[in-house]
């Protein structure tokens, strides 16, 4: 069975200054990781994504994630944080190639302040 | 435009009624899922369909039906409204093959008083 755990419930950074969003999972086979972003009051919108191919993947507006296998991680990060990068982030995990492995399990997410 | 549809996005039930959350994908995916997301608890899989006439349990099924009846449509039913299903409902689908992502509907928020 699958599972994900979002380390920080909230983070808070100043306007361009580093953002570190830290996932940890658990898995029993080869793993997908996503990272999906929801701002305030809206459905949830895909970050980025790995499937077994490069460990850093990089997504929409700057963000990226690197997966590290001996340390079961696959952490967000941004260089400089925006104001519009303030959201809901949700790390997610999937064993696509198990016999559960069509449902996706979120993490319960981390709430991201940006200040200026 | 292409992607998934939910209605209503708003609806106040009273305990005890019943209702139904539709939920439309025009991306052809086998693929549909329905979640809860309430506060500090992320989200959190009801029921899930991998194809027209079948589904399964997710994590949280209890109090809640669903049918899949065709490729497009994926409802959800809520037999006798409880408060304790106050929440927002996303509908998710996607592609079977592969590590397709979700695509998700904008969210319909129900209050059961």
């Known amino acids: 069975a699958q599972s994900v755990t979002q380390l920080d419930s909230h983070v808070s950074v100043s306007e361009g200054t580093p953002v570190l969003l830290r996932c940890n999972y658990s898995?029993?086979?080869?793993?997908?990781l996503f990272w999906y972003v929801q701002h305030p009051n809206k459905g949830l919108q895909l970050l980025l994504k790995?499937?077994?191919?490069?460990?850093l993947v990089k997504g929409i507006n700057g963000f990226e994630a690197e997966f590290k296998k001996s340390e079961t991680s696959f952490h967000l990060t941004k260089p400089s944080a925006h104001m519009s990068d303030a959201a809901e982030y949700f790390c997610?995990?999937?064993?696509?190639?198990?016999?559960?492995?069509?449902?996706?399990?979120f993490g319960k997410g981390t709430s991201l302040l940006v200040t200026p | 435009n292409a992607g998934v549809t939910q209605t209503p996005k708003f609806q106040v039930l009273k305990t005890g009624q019943s209702m139904t959350l539709q939920c439309a994908q025009d991306?052809?995916?086998?693929?549909m899922s329905w979640y809860r997301q309430d506060p500090g608890m992320g989200l959190r899989l009801i029921h899930y369909?991998?194809?027209?006439?079948?589904?399964d349990q997710g994590e949280v099924p209890n109090g809640y039906n669903v049918s899949r009846s065709t490729t497009e449509d994926f409802p959800l039913r809520l037999l006798s409204a409880a408060p304790s299903q106050t929440s927002v409902y996303f509908c998710?689908?996607?592609?079977?093959?592969?590590?397709?992502?979700?695509?998700f509907g904008a969210g319909s928020r129900l209050t059961v008083l």
């Open positions: 998710a689908s996607r592609l079977i093959a592969g590590a397709n992502v979700l695509t």
């Open positions: 898995s029993s086979y080869s793993p997908s």
């Open positions: 790995y499937t077994s191919a490069a460990t």
């Open positions: 997610v995990v999937s064993d696509f190639g198990s016999n559960s492995g069509y449902a996706l399990n």
């Open positions: 991306m052809n995916h086998e693929y």
């Open positions: 369909s991998v194809g027209a006439g079948i589904t």
